[in-house]
């Protein structure tokens, strides 16, 4: 008989960080009224990992929906190694194992609830002088609250930050005392917070509303009707707002202060969102039917200068929004398996600051059923003042559809996240109709499988190409121009690769390099790109194309290979101009 699955969670119960792959992590597991701590090894990349020992009944998987994981009598929670040490030495008290256990488990809003990878309760003037006191450095304390803030918010997470979350963890459970109350009915309660007695009445208002941190449950309110909407975001807090009706059958556990949510396995249909106030799901243009519990993730496109999709074979597995907080797209990269980060292209679309984005689209796939998409894919559509329509994506075989918005004071992008798993449904609001010229087909693909992204050459201001470290080849290139508008092609993997910029470039120049994909016998594409302010040159090697700054370079890729067109329109016809690399 096989051994039952022990679903591995991506983040520390203790510290509440994220696990790196190899990481020493054990597993806490409540088997009756015992605490069970049993080697889990190391954090696996995905899967059921194969380190177990012979006396261990259970495996250790990290698979999403996995239908062979024990969520019923095993509750279990995983911690880093050295941090479940270290609780254990802080913690005098005598049922301390319980008390971590309880930590950890809770953090998990209900008994098999997704992740949610909120933002950890990061202190970061605590951990600032926590490394004056470690590190000799008294003079830190001196520093201003405000610096010291935006310090050790560069500095997370970090082995310093997760050695005070685990302390301090400690130092509240010495101080607290362990206690049980009886669980009460969801229906039953008007309000209740985190520390605090839950206040029960009868004749409550019909909308309930729970929030949701890194901690696990953090408030439970009532609200007399749905939050008109408002846009507001947070990457600390995700939110429950359904009528009572839906949750009748929700009981609520109550323990030292703590609570968690008891839902059967078939009333486990919730929406979840990272906004208090988020727009009707019937309203939502692009919607697919939705069942199961499912957490949506909202992005602010007034708001950001940039997005970086992470696609593979078509579908998108996640989306950065970059902002002055979040400026580099590997945070949400690495959140991805190593598995699929070895098959995921990054597709950047800048938003400059002189430049206003009028409209947003996304085109999908079209099949001729109730549900009207094959699959959930998606290729990307914008229109700016001074870029003009920038189309990127995968390019779809058949019929599409493209449902478009316009941008006025608001435009929230809506799409859904789910561990290890890719974006299945996606939409923005509000709904605001707009007259509008259609955006045009997508040239037919050059590979299989291969993402799509085109800009004028003409009155670049700046070009900058990034290449390939190890290879030297061709990952993307961003274009700034004249006027204030940006637009990339390929792979601009911002923060990762070797970057090369070139002012007021007079010519685009291509190598085309083929190489053997490892331990196969397939042939990749490739392409070295460089450039220069002379139009008259010479390159050291042969085989090099130089082309004027005229036309239109297009440039189809995957994350490991691509191929660049320029496309010049003579007398309105538009032809290839022979350089196809």
């Given at each position: 008989m096989?051994?039952p699955h022990?679903?591995?969670?991506?983040?520390?119960?203790?510290?509440g960080?994220?696990?790196?792959?190899?990481?020493?992590i054990?597993?806490?597991?409540?088997?009756?009224?015992s605490?069970?701590?049993?080697?889990?090894?190391?954090?696996?990349?995905?899967?059921?990992?194969?380190?177990?020992?012979?006396?261990?009944e259970w495996?250790?998987?990290?698979k999403?929906?996995?239908?062979?994981?024990?969520?019923g009598a095993?509750?279990?929670?995983?911690?880093?190694v050295d941090?479940?040490?270290?609780?254990?030495?802080?913690?005098?008290?005598?049922d301390s194992?319980?008390?971590?256990?309880?930590?950890?488990?809770?953090?998990?809003?209900w008994?098999?609830?997704?992740?949610?990878?909120?933002?950890?309760?990061?202190?970061?003037?605590?951990?600032m002088?926590l490394a004056?006191?470690?590190?000799?450095?008294p003079?830190?304390?001196?520093?201003p609250?405000?610096?010291?803030?935006?310090?050790?918010?560069y500095?997370?997470?970090?082995p310093?930050?997760?050695y005070r979350?685990?302390?301090d963890?400690?130092?509240?459970?010495?101080g607290?005392?362990l206690?049980c109350?009886?669980?009460?009915?969801?229906?039953?309660?008007?309000s209740w917070?985190r520390?605090?007695?839950a206040?029960?009445g009868?004749?409550l208002?019909?909308i309930?509303?729970v929030?949701?941190d890194?901690w696990?449950?953090?408030?439970?309110?009532?609200?007399?009707?749905?939050?008109?909407?408002a846009?507001?975001?947070?990457?600390?807090?995700t939110?429950?707002?359904?009528?009572q009706?839906r949750?009748?059958?929700v009981?609520v556990?109550?323990?030292?202060g703590?609570?968690?949510?008891?839902?059967?396995?078939?009333?486990?249909?919730?929406?979840?969102?990272?906004t208090?106030a988020p727009?009707?799901?019937?309203?939502?243009?692009?919607m697919?039917?939705?069942?199961?519990?499912?957490?949506?993730?909202?992005i602010?496109?007034?708001?950001?200068?940039?997005?970086t999709?992470?696609v593979?074979?078509?579908s998108?597995l996640?989306?950065?929004?970059?902002?002055?907080?979040?400026p580099?797209p590997?945070?949400?990269?690495?959140?991805?398996?190593?598995?699929?980060?070895?098959?995921?292209?990054?597709?950047?679309?800048?938003?400059?600051?002189?430049?206003?984005?009028?409209?947003?689209?996304?085109?999908a796939?079209?099949?001729?059923?109730?549900?009207?998409?094959?699959k959930?894919?998606y290729?990307y559509?914008f229109?700016f003042?001074?870029a003009?329509?920038?189309?990127v994506?995968?390019?779809?075989?058949?019929?599409?559809?493209?449902?478009?918005?316009?941008?006025?004071?608001?435009?929230?992008?809506?799409?859904?996240v789910?561990?290890?798993?890719?974006?299945?449904?996606m939409?923005?609001?509000?709904?605001?109709?707009?007259?509008?010229?259609p955006?045009?087909?997508f040239s037919?693909?050059?590979f299989?499988?291969?993402?799509?992204?085109?800009a004028?050459?003409?009155?670049?201001?700046?070009l900058?190409?990034y290449?390939d470290?190890?290879t030297?080849?061709?990952r993307?290139?961003?274009?700034?121009?004249?006027?204030g508008?940006?637009?990339?092609?390929?792979?601009?993997?911002i923060g990762?690769?070797?970057?090369?910029?070139y002012?007021?470039?007079?010519c685009?120049?291509?190598?085309r390099?083929?190489?053997?994909?490892?331990?196969t016998?397939i042939e990749?594409k490739?392409?070295?790109?460089s450039s220069?302010?002379q139009?008259?040159?010479?390159?050291?090697?042969?085989?090099?194309?130089?082309?004027?700054?005229q036309?239109?370079?297009?440039?189809?890729?995957?994350?490991?290979?691509?191929?660049?067109?320029?496309?010049?329109d003579?007398?309105?016809?538009t032809?290839?101009?022979?350089?196809?690399?």
């Amino acid at each position: 008989m096989s051994r039952p699955h022990i679903h591995i969670h991506p983040q520390c119960g203790a510290c509440g960080d994220d696990f790196s792959l190899g990481q020493e992590i054990v597993a806490a597991i409540r088997k009756s009224r015992s605490i069970h701590i049993i080697n889990a090894f190391t954090f696996p990349d995905y899967g059921v990992s194969d380190e177990a020992a012979a006396d261990i009944e259970w495996h250790f998987c990290r698979k999403p929906s996995c239908s062979q994981c024990d969520d019923g009598a095993a509750d279990a929670a995983t911690l880093h190694v050295d941090c479940y040490n270290l609780f254990r030495q802080r913690c005098k008290a005598s049922d301390s194992l319980y008390r971590l256990w309880l930590t950890a488990a809770w953090r998990r809003p209900w008994h098999g609830a997704p992740s949610f990878r909120l933002a950890p309760d990061a202190d970061a003037i605590k951990t600032m002088r926590l490394a004056a006191t470690a590190c000799s450095l008294p003079q830190l304390t001196t520093v201003p609250a405000e610096i010291l803030q935006i310090i050790g918010a560069y500095a997370q997470p970090s082995p310093l930050s997760r050695y005070r979350t685990v302390i301090d963890l400690a130092a509240d459970w010495n101080g607290r005392e362990l206690s049980c109350q009886p669980s009460l009915p969801l229906s039953r309660i008007a309000s209740w917070e985190r520390d605090e007695h839950a206040v029960v009445g009868g004749d409550l208002s019909p909308i309930v509303k729970v929030t949701i941190d890194c901690w696990g449950l953090k408030r439970i309110e009532r609200l007399t009707d749905y939050p008109s909407f408002a846009g507001k975001r947070s990457d600390a807090e995700t939110y429950i707002i359904e009528t009572q009706d839906r949750l009748r059958d929700v009981r609520v556990q109550f323990q030292s202060g703590l609570a968690r949510l008891e839902i059967s396995k078939e009333a486990a249909d919730l929406q979840l969102w990272d906004t208090p106030a988020p727009p009707p799901l019937k309203s939502l243009r692009n919607m697919p039917k939705i069942t199961g519990t499912i957490q949506f993730a909202t992005i602010d496109l007034k708001k950001v200068y940039g997005l970086t999709f992470f696609v593979t074979n078509g579908s998108t597995l996640a989306v950065h929004s970059h902002t002055r907080r979040r400026p580099r797209p590997d945070t949400t990269f690495n959140q991805l398996s190593r598995q699929r980060q070895r098959h995921t292209a990054w597709v950047y679309v800048p938003f400059p600051s002189k430049d206003r984005l009028t409209h947003f689209g996304i085109r999908a796939p079209h099949k001729f059923t109730k549900s009207p998409w094959a699959k959930s894919d998606y290729s990307y559509l914008f229109r700016f003042e001074l870029a003009g329509d920038v189309m990127v994506g995968p390019n779809f075989v058949g019929p599409t559809q493209d449902f478009i918005w316009p941008v006025q004071e608001q435009l929230l992008l809506i799409f859904n996240v789910a561990e290890l798993a890719a974006i299945s449904a996606m939409s923005a609001y509000p709904n605001q109709n707009s007259e509008m010229q259609p955006f045009a087909r997508f040239s037919k693909p050059l590979f299989q499988d291969a993402c799509f992204s085109s800009a004028p050459l003409e009155n670049i201001a700046l070009l900058h190409i990034y290449s390939d470290a190890e290879t030297g080849l061709c990952r993307g290139i961003l274009a700034e121009y004249n006027n204030g508008s940006q637009r990339a092609l390929g792979e601009c993997r911002i923060g990762l690769d070797p970057v090369c910029t070139y002012q007021s470039p007079a010519c685009l120049c291509f190598a085309r390099v083929t190489r053997i994909r490892p331990r196969t016998s397939i042939e990749l594409k490739g392409t070295k790109v460089s450039s220069d302010n002379q139009s008259k040159h010479k390159h050291d090697e042969e085989g090099w194309a130089c082309c004027p700054m005229q036309g239109t370079l297009q440039f189809w890729f995957t994350n490991e290979q691509s191929v660049l067109d320029v496309m010049i329109d003579e007398a309105g016809s538009t032809s290839s101009s022979g350089i196809l690399v």
